[in-house]
């Protein structure tokens, strides 16, 4: 039998037990050997910023009581304006980086954790040798240099650890934040600016009785990924948000490892949306809920000055079905079976339960609004936001043969076109010219005739954003109709929630960089097992 994950280290993973205090037992593995770690700064690259980012341990006030242990990231501008950086007090979050379009940036990572990790800049059109790759891990003590120049249009970023197999746990630990691009195009729409534009990262955690954070990858957190008992708005609980009656800005990140979240107001009012992933749409565009799956970006507007002072509402996730169509399959029981819970075998059911934790696809707020203050500024929302150049399929390279990246989860493995991740393991079919156009699809399930198990996975591929062509469901997933209004596939993505049953085809650019660009699922217990492979373009 092929066992395509490295089943010793899995082990030793999951021996080490579920404190983060553990984290410290894992093996210091070294990825670097034979691979150029960029340790020192150019002298031929000017940079208009620099910045540093040191990785420690610390605690940190996130809930009453004692303090939570954390893997923080601290940030300090070096060179140029202190506002390009912004730390985040009483709470794991990593600072929020604020760079403009043009700039050139020198970034000093240095990782004083326990443990092998580098940084990976997600969203962010960068060389292949700075964008975090897992080969370019460092350990406890070495410093990474990054130096790139920020070629992305305005957009919300975010920056995440990317260390081979403990992904998860270091982004859950903390090592995740913000990266926010500004450009001439979106300041002269003059949108909602200052503390009216606020980033909102969601996530969840568990906390123990000791208020110290929990993760848990036993084999159903695994495969369904990891779940929380506590919905955390930048990085804090029970999040309100104070705001005046005017308009605002709210960037929504999917900073979650697993969780998806079906957002909506709790008042009726629809959701306008006006950016994704990518940055800004066309044109604003009025859903009566959001699907957000890790990683995934959403910026919206919400004007409060139709709510009276002193109105409350909240963000709410709503219900959806969330399938484990054919858990019981073949494909899943064939490794050693009876591994999923007995609440696993329905079939499929509202509510995918995990101990305490809030139920994947259950009814919960998530941010709470109060409208407090009085404002006379009215700010209309523009009809037209931007223009987008529709990526075209006669241009690609394979106009005719979409390369199909086939999802699929068995074994205890979960894989894409049948294969694990292993580093430097290129086949013939992840080799893309550079400077090409490709079209591609993700197929949950869509194209074949057996049912295994499936489950949602949100894809996402490094470098250059991509356009969304079409999406597929085949009619046996009637679960789809929960979730179906709430995609916004217009603009630039460089994640997509791909459902069970669904085929999602899009255009993706592969220009400028030749080099190593992973493509993975971003529910990051399923990356961490094996759910990713590199592309070389070249
Ligand atoms: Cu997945």
Wanted: some cysteine; proline content about 5%.
């Amino acid at each position: 039998m092929n066992y395509p994950i490295d089943l010793k280290r899995r082990k030793l993973l999951t021996y080490a037990g579920a404190s983060l205090a553990s984290a410290a037992a894992f093996p210091h593995l070294s990825f670097a050997k034979n691979i150029k770690v960029k340790r020192t700064a150019s002298a031929d690259f000017h940079a208009d910023i620099e910045i540093e980012l040191k990785q420690q341990v610390t605690h940190v006030q996130i809930l009453k009581g004692k303090k939570t242990r954390v893997w923080k990231v601290f940030g300090k501008v070096l060179k140029g304006p202190n506002e390009s950086v912004v730390n985040m007090t009483d709470t794991y979050l990593a600072p929020t980086i604020h760079l403009h379009k043009e700039q050139k940036v020198r970034i000093y990572l240095r990782n004083n954790l326990p443990a092998t990790s580098i940084l990976h800049w997600h969203g962010l059109h960068v060389p292949a040798d700075m964008d975090g790759n897992p080969m370019y891990a460092i350990n406890s003590g070495e410093t990474f240099v990054y130096e790139f120049e920020i070629l992305n249009r305005a957009g919300t970023y975010w920056y995440h650890s990317h260390a081979h197999g403990v992904t998860a746990k270091q982004v859950y630990s903390g090592l995740a934040g913000f990266f926010i691009v500004s450009d001439k195009e979106e300041q002269a729409l003059k949108l909602p600016d200052g503390k009216y534009d606020i980033p909102l990262v969601i996530q969840d955690r568990s906390f123990d009785h000791d208020n110290q954070l929990h993760y848990s990858n036993h084999m159903m957190q695994r495969m369904q990924g990891f779940l929380g008992n506590h919905i955390m708005v930048n990085g804090q609980p029970d999040s309100v948000l104070p705001v005046e009656t005017r308009a605002y800005r709210l960037r929504l990140l999917n900073g979650s490892n697993s969780r998806i979240y079906k957002l909506a107001w709790d008042n009726g009012m629809p959701m306008t949306v006006i950016g994704t992933d990518g940055g800004l749409l066309e044109q604003p565009e009025q859903l009566p809920y959001i699907m957000l799956g890790p990683a995934e970006r959403r910026e919206i507007w919400v004007d409060f000055s139709r709510q009276g002072l002193g109105t409350n509402l909240s963000l709410r996730s709503t219900t959806f079905n969330v399938s484990t169509h054919g858990m019981m399959g073949r494909g899943m029981m064939g490794g050693g079976g009876g591994m999923m819970g007995r609440g696993m075998m329905g079939g499929r059911r509202r509510g995918m339960m995990s101990g305490n934790s809030i139920p994947l696809g259950g009814d919960y707020p998530v941010l709470k609004v109060k409208v407090n203050k009085k404002s006379s500024v009215r700010h209309k929302l523009p009809n037209r936001l931007t223009t987008i150049k529709p990526l075209l399929i006669k241009n690609a390279d394979n106009p005719a043969k979409p390369r199909n990246i086939e999802l699929s989860m068995r074994h205890m493995s979960a894989l894409l076109n049948g294969r694990s991740y292993k580093m430097n393991d290129v086949r013939e079919d992840e080799i893309i010219p550079v400077n090409s156009l490709q079209l591609m699809a993700f197929d949950n399930g869509y194209s074949r005739r057996h049912g295994m198990m499936s489950m949602p996975h949100p894809m996402h591929l490094h470098g250059e954003q991509f356009q969304i062509v079409k999406r597929e469901i085949s009619s046996s997933h009637s679960d789809y109709e929960t979730v179906s209004s709430g995609f916004v596939d217009q603009g630039w993505h460089d994640t997509t929630l791909v459902m069970p049953g669904e085929k999602v085809t899009f255009l993706k650019p592969f220009n400028d960089f030749k080099g190593m660009f992973m493509y993975h699922c971003h529910n990051l217990e399923h990356e961490d097992m094996g759910m990713m492979r590199d592309f070389l373009i070249k």
